[in-house]
């Protein structure tokens, strides 16, 4: 079982539609998590990070964590073209017994496409 | 534009050659990442570098190698290329390592095997 899983989709929505993105991990171990959004022919850029359970919310996107059932969530309200491109989550443990070092995971990424 | 460049922007070369990739972190970041990126394996982490030394090591091979030099550049030699090496080859730069910082990437590296 891979560590992160991630439906590559590709997802299409029409032009405000709301966007459910999702991940399951099986590391207990991950303490931090990450949504990146990558654009075609572009390097991945941090979109959203959490750290607890819970929801937090930025603009027209809510990332979600759920520690208990290992999955995470990004949603995006009133979705638009300018946001058709990859999204991609990241998780990081500590990876060492000191707590100085760390590994990013990332998922394989789920291609959106936003139709207007 | 996150700050983060890379070169070359492609580069075809062929099996059982070696080639370098270049990167130049953000102004002021410390750490340099680089990451593998294919369809079937997606974004895989290869190794960070902080300050001049290597701080952690992912899915890299023997066959690669990088160092982060005293200007803080970093560069990754990959060597005894396999068509399998075909990827793009991204580079991230952070201030420190903690894992809440956030990586800037570059732009990529495009790595054709022939």
């Known amino acids: 079982q891979k560590e992160v899983e991630q439906d590559p989709g590709p997802l299409s929505v029409p032009e405000g539609a709301i966007v459910s993105l999702n991940c399951t991990y099986s590391n207990s171990a991950f303490q931090y998590f990450m949504w990146y959004r990558q654009y075609s022919r572009k390097g991945p850029e941090l979109l959203m990070y959490t750290y607890s359970s819970g929801n937090k919310e930025d603009g027209r996107f809510t990332a979600q964590v759920d520690k208990s059932s290992k999955y995470i969530s990004l949603f995006i309200r009133d979705s638009q073209p300018s946001d058709s491109a990859t999204y991609l989550c990241?998780?990081?443990?500590?990876?060492?017994?000191?707590?100085?070092?760390?590994?990013?995971?990332f998922g394989k990424g789920t291609l959106l496409t936003v139709n207007p | 534009d996150s700050g983060v460049t890379q070169t070359p922007k492609h580069l075809i070369t062929a099996t059982g050659q070696r080639v370098t990739l270049r990167c130049s972190p953000r102004?002021?970041?410390?750490?340099v990442y680089w990451y593998q990126q294919s369809l079937d394996q997606g974004l895989q982490f290869l190794i960070q570098?902080?300050?001049?030394?290597?701080?952690a090591k992912g899915n890299i091979l023997e066959r690669f190698s990088a160092q982060q030099f005293p200007d803080l550049h970093s560069e990754l030699n990959l060597s005894s290329l396999e068509l399998g090496d075909s990827a793009l080859y991204f580079c991230?730069?952070?201030?420190?390592?903690?894992?809440?910082?956030?990586?800037?990437f570059g732009p990529g590296t495009r790595l054709t095997v022939l």
């Open positions: 991230a730069s952070s201030p420190g390592v903690v894992p809440y910082n956030e990586q800037f």
């Open positions: 990241a998780m990081s443990a500590v990876i060492n017994s000191g707590g100085s070092n760390y590994k990013l995971t």
């Open positions: 570098y902080y300050n001049g030394e290597e701080r």
């Open positions: 102004s002021g970041d410390l750490s």
